[in-house]
């Protein structure tokens, strides 16, 4: 029986890449789609976000959607989407609003998803 592809994340074409080998730590701010698969350490703010099989991301991570397929430390806020492929392995809490785990893929972390509702009022 043939598996039914998951549909992929919206978006255009990236943007930036940081390449395999290449190693960065600081504040990272992206302005458009991104692709990492070197290391990377700090911060990072975006709007569409890759993690490919040969990354490490040992960061906190704030984006509109997220695919991880290598390692992920530390914690993400993803306003849309977080989606975990079969190699992803990621060590870190993940708050979105949808949240895709593909057969395969090694989380250890705290998990919240679902609209975010928005503070009481005093």
Known sequence: MPETALP???VEPETALIAPGADFEGLLVLRGPARIEG???GEIHGSSLWI???AAVDAHVEVEQ???SGELAGSVRARERIQL???ARVSASLECANLVLEDGCRV???CSTGPRRAPDAA
Do not use: K, N
Request: zero cysteines; charged letters at 30%.
């Open 8 to 10: 992929a994340p919206r």
């Open 52 to 54: 490919g099989r040969s």
């Open 85 to 87: 492929r079969p190699t």
């Open 66 to 68: 997220l695919v991880v």
């Open 39 to 41: 290391h990377v350490r």
């Open 108 to 110: 250890d972390g705290a």
